[in-house]
């Protein structure tokens, strides 16, 4: 969800491990980085990004009670109060039967949940376009941004040398 | 109608000649060993011991005709049997069985509807095995009861008769002169039905009165009941037998004329008159099976209340109950202290059809007792 255009400078790596080393000098220098992009996932990233550990599946577990709620809470009403029958002599609520569409509904709710949360959280999601910084990105290139606007020319040109220094095959502005 | 001296109608002929049809060969529909249970025979060609329903299932296509196996009692039919000479032996040794049984059953996991079934009518049947000559008479009654399709011999060797009651015969004694015992199995209204768990649905269910019910607009032809069913009583609408489609409520711009070609069998106002109003027609894709004629327990339920007084058992009859000559069948409320039902339940020779299964059947039949002389014929 952009709301207005951005400077940027950006610099690609050949190698992940570059890419790591790169994050270490950058934090080391105390530059803020705006983002990094893999074309695939990294490990180790997250902690040298000082990201916090996902909160998704805590949502999941939410919305997996919200669906065995829903499911075992709507049977029990159903056949208890709102429609009670009698299928093959088990009593009014038999708490086996409704163990397998409790299941299920606990797994529908919490995938459906985790993803349209994980869209919301990110500003994805149908309709939004997300600009792509650099084409080697999708490939085999990978790349860490820095947000220039606001810096003096003296600061860009301190980023130019960071990404020089550390063995950046490509470094270029763009305004996204 | 050939008649005697005295004007009396002879009902058999003499003299008689086969003409016309010399020569020519033609297909039969073997049906005998559709749904029977229980039953293994030798195999004609390899003389291997064989599931006779299997084999029945393979071989008596249509067009391909295979011999008829000789279907004899076995360790685990369901036709019990006795001589009269050693029938307190016989009686002691079911009632063990049934006991056995009956403990076994206890150890289900939930507790049942037992309370709800004591209370108001819990409809059940009788059968009495000695008294059933197996005419078929209850068959074509409940197929004229119940608008029942009659669909022909090419159906019928596929498998797909439709008939809510057949009448299973099982064979013993000398395989050259053998011994019948004929049983009429409908559907059994089991209080633990297997049929009703298995609708994804809903389309049948149990009645508080302890009647198995479908729900034919609900059905979607899934047929996990048949397929479910011990008893192999529940039957499926392969085609548009009623010609229930072509019903104007269903189809009105068909612009179909009454009488002229275009309509087909079953689908003109007049031919439709054979169907009883009581009954709904089942239209293709959906399942059907016995209701314990639902309908006539509906009639006797409002007329005892229009005169306000208890039902009696004389006020619903089955149509296959109407229907037999010897009085075989007997339905009514097994809640009836003094009904008759009630009273032909209490004879020991009486045995549920797969009790070991804890169906918990509604339908209880008596065991038969010959008392046939050693080297009598028939």
């Known amino acids: ?176 | 109608m050939k008649t005697d001296a005295d004007g009396l109608v002879q009902y058999y002929a003499t003299g008689v000649t086969v003409s016309g049809k010399q020569g020519e060969e033609d297909y039969f529909s073997c049906v005998q060993y559709h749904h029977t249970m229980g039953v293994t025979g030798q195999d004609s060609l390899t003389k291997e011991t064989i599931n006779a329903d299997e084999a029945a299932t393979v071989y008596m296509t249509y067009g391909l005709v295979r011999q008829g196996f000789q279907g004899s009692l076995v360790n685990r039919t369901i036709i019990r049997k006795s001589h009269l000479d050693h029938v307190e032996d016989f009686v002691k040794d079911l009632q063990e069985e049934r006991h056995h049984h009956q403990e076994l059953n206890k150890k289900q996991i939930y507790p049942g509807h037992d309370e709800t079934y004591a209370r108001g009518h819990h409809w059940g049947m009788h059968v009495d095995l000695n008294a059933c000559i197996g005419c078929g008479a209850c068959t074509v009654a409940c197929m004229a009861e119940n608008n029942v399709p009659v669909v022909g011999k090419r159906e019928m060797s596929r498998h797909h008769e439709m008939a809510w009651l057949r009448i299973d015969r099982y064979f013993y004694g000398d395989v050259n002169n053998p011994s019948a015992v004929y049983q009429p199995l409908m559907c059994q209204h089991c209080n633990n039905a297997p049929c009703e768990n298995v609708c994804p649905v809903n389309a049948t269910n149990h009645s508080s009165e302890g009647l198995n019910q479908m729900a034919y607009n609900r059905c979607v032809g899934t047929r996990y009941c048949a397929n479910n069913c011990p008893y192999k009583v529940r039957r499926f609408n392969w085609l548009d037998y009623n010609a229930a489609d072509l019903w104007p409520i269903n189809e009105p711009d068909l612009g179909l004329k009454s009488g002229s070609d275009d309509v087909p069998y079953g689908a003109d106002n007049l031919t439709r008159m054979v169907l009883n109003p009581d009954v709904t027609v089942r239209s293709r894709g959906v399942i059907e099976k016995c209701s314990f004629c639902v309908q006539r327990i509906q009639e006797g339920k409002l007329r005892a209340k229009t005169e306000q007084r208890l039902l009696r058992d004389a006020d619903v009859k089955t149509a296959c109950q109407t229907a037999c000559p010897t009085g075989a069948i007997t339905f009514g409320d097994m809640n009836n202290e003094e009904g008759e039902l009630t009273k032909k339940l209490a004879s020991p020779l009486n045995y549920i059809v797969l009790e070991e299964v804890n169906t918990r059947s509604a339908v209880n039949y008596q065991a038969r007792v010959i008392n046939k002389a050693e080297g009598v014929d028939a």
């Not at chain 1, 009593?91 to 985790?114: C, K, N, Q, R």
Request: glycine letters at 10%.
């Open chain 1, 1 to 176: 969800m952009r709301n207005s255009e951005k400077n940027i400078i950006f610099g690609l790596y050949d190698d992940e491990e570059d890419l790591k080393s790169a994050i270490r000098t950058a934090n080391a220098d105390h530059l803020q980085i705006m983002d990094v992009l893999t074309p695939f996932p990294v490990h180790g990233l997250d902690p040298l990004l000082g990201l916090a550990e996902s909160r998704l599946h805590i949502g999941g577990f939410v919305y997996g009670m919200l669906g065995t709620l829903t499911a075992f809470l709507g049977m029990t009403w159903i056949f208890t109060r709102d429609w009670p029958q009698i299928y093959g002599g088990k009593p009014y609520w038999p708490i086996l039967s409704f163990v397998p569409i409790t299941f299920e509904l606990t797994v529908l709710f919490a995938s459906i949940g985790m993803v349209v949360t994980f869209y919301v959280i990110n500003g994805q999601g149908p309709g939004i376009k997300n600009p792509v910084i650099h084409p080697s990105i999708t490939d085999d290139k990978f790349c860490i941004a820095f947000d220039t606007d606001g810096l003096e020319n003296t600061q860009v040109d301190k980023l130019r040398h960071f990404f020089q220094n550390t063995g950046a095959s490509l470094v270029e502005t763009k305004t996204i």
